[in-house]
């Protein structure tokens, strides 16, 4: 084995190609022959879209779960440990089980080189393979039509919503978004998509490949009363369903989006009670995540404009008796000033973090990008994460609430250090 040790092998990785992202499916193709995974002995859901996959999967792995079946998971990014990003019955698989997946790719691959996240796609489903669940549920990593998951035919394509990001490599527009998240689309297989007006791209991907389509608010409806919410849809009415653990009206939504698809895959009624324990168990940390205090915190994995709106709108829903203090840091792909403006009138003050690799901003950087919605003396800069919360969190007051959000890392390394704050001495 080239390593034992499964940082050894993501540092290596890392590496191992000459850049980050290469979107293309010939060379993950070919290693995927060799080690003949593109036939997997099980159904595929691959969920795609800008916002809301890594929350569709989580109620999908749940909702499946409690109907009583094995479900595999591959997500993206993790935020603490890399295992977060291959699951088994909603566990993450054992570090040495993903050292000795990626030993059997490194093997098959030759001189294909791999990216980090083909290399990792390719161990998710060579483990799925041994497993043998009943289920598979795949989160696309970027795009759609050429991303490493799309290799594997899937037997519903769900698609979440669409909003600008990552232009530079999906286009600069809804409809060429949605041409690119479209391409997981198999013919004659269902569609689910998760919001009311998808691009007209998606649709006419699905007509054109006789792919029976599943709208939200079209095809299936959601209804909510106060504490319950009511989903209708095609061969079943799900009513006083409770309200999901994740915060925010945009979470039925994406449980509704859930339902309707495990609804297709099975291809039965999901038994009600199976229904209400899936939804009321589903959890994923960093979607407005709370933790509670005299100056509570807030952490949210929002790295794009559309996820921004959203957050400024919960922050509005949940206002403090005092400020609102940030900590963001960025990468370079980003659109600064789309996410910024809509948090820029409920911010009061910024702590700004440079983000390591070729790929993260540094807080100089940042703050000039952020200039045009914020004025200069309400930003700081910090060398790293951890020390924008520091600061954050030194400067904070009784009734203040700090707010973390901006990238994965930005939020996997509060979410960290809320744990090792609450760890006792000893």
Same mark, same amino acid.
Request: aromatic residues 8%; proline residues 5%.
């Given at each position: ?186 013919p004659q297989r269902p569609l689910v998509c998760g919001e009311p007006d998808p691009p007209e791209s998606v649709m006419a991907q699905a007509a054109s490949m006789g792919s029976p389509a599943y709208r939200l608010g079209r ?72 933790? &509670? ?11 794009? =404009?559309? /996820? #921004?709106?959203?957050? @400024? *709108? +919960? $922050? ?16 370079k792909d980003k659109d600064i000033p789309a996410i910024i403006g809509p948090l820029a009138s409920v911010v009061d003050d910024w702590f700004l973090a440079s983000l390591p690799s070729e790929r993260g901003l540094s807080a ?10 914020? &004025? ?11 020390? =924008?919360? /520091? #600061?954050?969190?030194? @400067? *904070? +007051? $009784? ?28």
């Open positions: 084995m080239r390593f034992s040790n499964l940082n050894d092998w993501l540092g290596w990785q890392e590496g191992l190609h000459p850049t980050a992202i290469e979107l293309g499916l010939s060379r993950c193709r070919k290693v995927a022959e060799a080690m003949a995974l593109l036939s997997p002995p099980f159904p595929v859901i691959s969920v795609a879209g800008t916002n809301g996959k890594g929350s569709v999967v989580a109620f999908l792995e749940s909702l499946l779960s409690a109907a009583g079946f094995h479900v595999g998971a591959y997500t993206s990014p993790h935020l603490e440990q890399y295992a977060e990003r291959i699951r088994f019955d909603g566990r993450p698989v054992a570090n040495a089980q993903i050292a000795t997946a990626f030993e059997r790719v490194d093997q098959a691959r030759g001189e294909t080189s791999l990216t980090y996240f083909e290399f990792g796609t390719l161990a998710a489903m060579d483990i799925f393979q041994g497993a043998r669940p009943d289920f598979v549920l795949l989160e696309v990593g970027l795009g759609g039509r050429l991303d490493a998951v799309n290799l594997f035919d899937p037997a519903v394509a769900v698609i979440t919503t669409i909003d600008l990001d990552h232009a530079d490599w999906l286009g600069d527009d809804r409809d060429s978004i949605g041409r690119e998240k479209a391409g997981i689309i198999r095809d299936f409806h959601v209804e909510i009363d106060r504490d319950a919410w009511r989903c209708t849809g095609p061969g079943f009415d799900f009513s006083k369903l409770p309200m999901p653990v994740l915060q925010g009206d945009h979470q039925v939504g994406n449980a509704a989006t859930a339902l309707m698809a495990a609804s297709l895959v099975v291809g039965e009624e999901i038994p009600l009670a199976a229904v209400v324990d899936g939804i009321r168990a589903a959890c994923l940390p960093g979607r407005f995540q709370v933790f &509670p205090g005299p100056v509570e915190r807030i952490v949210d994995v929002a790295h794009n =404009a559309q /996820a #921004a709106r959203t957050l @400024a *709108a +919960q $922050l509005r829903s949940r206002p403090c008796s005092g400020r609102t203090l940030a900590i963001t840091g960025m990468l100089a950087s940042l703050a000039e990008k952020m200039s045009v919605h914020v &004025p200069r003396n309400k930003v700081s800069g910090y060398n790293d994460v951890a020390s =924008a919360r /520091a #600061a954050a969190m030194g @400067a *904070a +007051q $009784l009734g203040d609430r700090v707010v973390a959000f901006g990238s994965f890392l930005v939020a996997g390394t509060c979410i960290r250090l809320e744990t090792s704050d609450a760890r006792p001495e000893t």
